[in-house]
């Protein structure tokens, strides 16, 4: 912002209320959500093709099994960073070494281990 456009801000008068918005006891869209996903419908089951009534979030959780099981690697990935945890690639072993990637390829299982757990 510059100067000029901060001489222009003047502050509401008192009394002054708040114009727009949403109106009071209006859910957003979060609480929408959640509400209609635990609703339950009825769906053709991926794994049997039997039509079954679940809630959309057991839907999904089927649909991403069906995914994983025809080989979508995105899907296999979604599920095991929800039951294991996302992979990091943080290192966790003592910093402060110098040495280039052709160096550390040539170092040995247990020059490696020395090196990260001193």
Same mark, same amino acid.
């Given at each position: 912002?510059? $100067?000029?456009?901060? =001489?222009?801000?003047?502050?509401? %008068? *008192?009394?002054?209320?708040?114009?727009?918005?949403? /109106? $009071?006891?209006?859910? =957003?869209?979060?609480?929408?959500? %959640? *509400?209609?996903?635990?609703?339950?419908?009825?769906? /053709?089951?991926?794994?049997? =093709?039997?039509?079954?009534?679940?809630?959309?979030?057991?839907?999904?959780?089927?649909?991403?099994?069906?995914?994983?099981?025809?080989?979508?690697?995105?899907?296999?990935?979604?599920?095991?960073?929800?039951l294991e945890g996302k992979v990091t690639t943080e290192f966790k072993g003592k910093v402060g070494v110098d040495l280039t990637v052709e160096e550390l390829e040539k170092m040995s299982d247990e020059e490696?281990?020395?090196?990260?757990?001193?």
């Open positions: 912002m510059n $100067k000029s456009s901060l =001489n222009n801000l003047v502050p509401f %008068k *008192k009394g002054h209320k708040k114009v727009g918005g949403r /109106k $009071k006891g209006t859910p =957003n869209q979060t609480t929408l959500l %959640k *509400k209609l996903i635990y609703e339950n419908f009825t769906y /053709k089951n991926p794994l049997t =093709n039997v039509e079954e009534k679940k809630s959309i979030v057991e839907w999904i959780n089927l649909i991403l099994v069906a995914q994983a099981i025809e080989g979508n690697m995105r899907a296999i990935e979604i599920i095991f960073d929800r490696l281990k020395k090196i990260a757990y001193g």
